[in-house]
């Protein structure tokens, strides 16, 4: 892999595309390697390679490596360090395993605008016309392909530890990490499973399942794969958690109100779950007795139409749950600001964070 | 953790039953660390901590692990070493991965005697007269706790590398175990949705799924551990993969004739999910007219009753379909005696790795 030396220059979106590009060949020359471990078991593997190859080759906004990277230079990393860029790239399969099997889970059909794993394999064995369940062989398949992604990913992060690594702290972390985002999508199952909605079990939800996983564990890994001391981490995660939970009040509003040509999921899809989101829970606390009526009715209904998706984006303007949520994302934005502006970071390095917070957090997916 | 000085006497089963109480104990140690970090997540997280601890600790042959701390010994190490036990063990970790996640595939409502994780938790939202599908909450619980499992393999393994390690090969080793295991898991998957049963299919299924994992892997990674070099990998593998092909077919024997107060699974339920095994494969393939029809007929009816199970028992008998399989564990249990008088190995190691072979090949379960 040839590192850009564009790295070096100033923080710019150029710079943030070569460090796409970076994470995209890392996980490509990774998935080369894994394909060949499977194609030398059966060339009847070669759709699992082809499924997982679409998944993590094509689009994703590459957050979290970001994160671990910039995380790297805060710390003191190199600029462009070939190493960290395949750790960073790693969590990409954890994200990856998530997203498939979170899918299952939510009986999702499409992924960036793509089917999801599950359909795909169920497609797979309709053209195919394999016997028994074309569902049941789907959800065999994507169970395992997340599963690969999940061993993978610990299988690439190792392979890419940087000599100036604390290994066992960064293993560690990892480790929990992955032990955090899985205790958060299980408490978020357990929280669409309750009849109430209550913004601080939300809150929780956010925190493991969203804010550690995407922001603050990813930042302070990279932070120990470069060395860093304790007090560096307890600086990063003053900005960090206050930007995962942003971030993920954001794909709430986007969930409602967001363009399903930038999400790649169908509008309304959280209506349609019903699930338990901050914004939802605020708008049922603050709903007149009609409103309630209406969310009563309306949430959680499966073949809720593109009317029924617009009567309960106006119920969420109209109680201000909307208001309060942008509100909720715009305060910890300013916690983020101020926490950036006190941590020990270089300027480019500052700019840089500053940049991916205001990125992840925008109006438009 | 203390470790039985009893270890270091010669193989009895006394013996056998000393590794396995000193990895369950190993396992208990690593489960208390993460059911406190999942404990500091939220209290709600108990039944999780609790439903994992009743999977890993009641029950299980340690057969994987047994294997990893004979290969560990085979190479030199020392007798009862903690952290090689602890390495060991980890792979108990992923064993339950592949059960809870491959319950959820073939639907099975029971592992060793208890409910399946997926009902444990189906039963959980019903008893706490959860919202939505009982059974969707079921399946996504037994998809993320099989997750957990997964990664805290990974955690457990790395925690107790002993510093003999080859730490490079043994990871690579042990990441190539986990993309085994799931290639040959979705192999069977796809297997299991072909109109044809093949064997020398059925016998790559099996090598992957199975004898890789079960045998051949762990006692490497055994061997790795104490920094055991190629020529020793090799000279496992050639008694490690035919005892892991004999597992499997003894494996599928007891699937149809085994009794399931000791199997742990109701009897004929390979029978009812209509498995394509090698013993199946062979009666069908030497099968008369009228058998045939029989064979059709009944395999893979779900609701098949004992005398179901009785009448394709007879099938199997009367087409010599047993008795070739027991011939071909017969052939490779020769293979794997010749094999291991070969290897450079101490008596004891020989003796340990013999009765483990015979084990965990008998005719009953």
């Known amino acids: 892999m040839t590192v850009s030396t564009a790295l070096v220059g100033p923080t710019d979106t150029a710079q943030s595309?070569?460090?796409r590009t970076m994470?995209?060949?890392?996980?490509?020359?990774f998935l080369d390697t894994r394909a060949?471990?499977?194609?030398?078991?059966?060339?009847?593997?070669?759709?699992?390679?082809?499924?997982?190859?679409?998944?993590?080759?094509?689009?994703?906004?590459?957050?979290?490596?970001?994160?671990?990277?910039?995380?790297w230079r805060g710390a003191g990393g190199m600029p462009g360090d070939t190493a960290v860029i395949g750790a960073a790239a790693s969590l990409e399969l954890l994200h990856a395993c998530g997203l498939i099997h979170d899918d299952i889970i939510d009986a999702s059909d499409t992924r960036r605008g793509q089917?999801?794993?599950?359909?795909?394999?169920?497609?797979?064995h309709h053209r195919d016309h394999l016997?028994?369940?074309?569902?049941?062989?789907?959800?065999?398949?994507?169970?395992?392909?997340?599963?690969?992604?999940?061993?993978?990913c610990d299988q690439m992060f190792d392979e890419n530890l940087p000599p100036t690594a604390n290994v066992r702290a960064a293993k560690k972390l990892f480790h929990l990490m992955h032990t955090e985002v899985l205790a958060g999508q299980y408490l978020d199952a357990l929280e669409q499973s309750l009849d109430t909605?209550?913004?601080?079990?939300a809150m929780t939800v956010i925190r493991y399942k969203t804010a550690c996983y995407t922001v603050v564990r990813p930042l302070q890994l990279g932070a120990l794969l470069a060395g860093a001391d304790d007090e560096l981490l307890a600086s990063y995660s003053r900005f960090a958690m206050p930007l995962g939970e942003a971030f993920q009040l954001r794909d709430d509003v986007l969930g409602v109100f967001g363009d399903s040509s930038a999400t790649g999921k169908p509008t309304g899809d959280d209506l349609r779950e019903g699930k338990h989101t901050v914004l939802l829970a605020l708008a049922r606390d603050r709903a007149t007795g009609p409103q309630r009526g209406e969310?009563?009715?309306?949430?959680?209904?499966?073949?809720?139409?593109?009317?029924g998706v617009d009567i309960l984006r106006s119920i969420i303007i109209d109680t201000g749950a909307l208001r309060d949520v942008e509100a909720q994302i715009d305060a910890r934005m300013s916690l983020v600001r101020g926490a950036l502006s006190d941590a020990p970071l270089t300027e480019e390095v500052r700019e840089a964070l500053t940049e991916l917070a205001i990125a992840s957090t925008k109006r438009s997916a």
Chains 1, 2 share one sequence.
């Open 197 to 201: 909605v209550s913004l601080s079990r």
């Open 131 to 152: 016997r028994g369940s074309a569902d049941g062989f789907g959800t065999a398949a994507a169970i395992l392909l997340g599963d690969m992604c999940m061993t993978w």
């Open 17 to 19: 595309e070569d460090l």
């Open 295 to 307: 969310l009563d009715r309306l949430v959680g209904e499966p073949a809720l139409t593109e009317d």
């Open 115 to 124: 089917p999801a794993v599950h359909r795909r394999f169920a497609q797979l």
């Open 23 to 29: 994470v995209g060949s890392a996980l490509r020359h």
């Open 36 to 71: 060949e471990d499977l194609l030398s078991i059966g060339p009847v593997l070669e759709p699992v390679v082809a499924a997982l190859r679409d998944f993590l080759l094509n689009g994703g906004k590459r957050l979290r490596p970001a994160f671990c990277y910039w995380g």
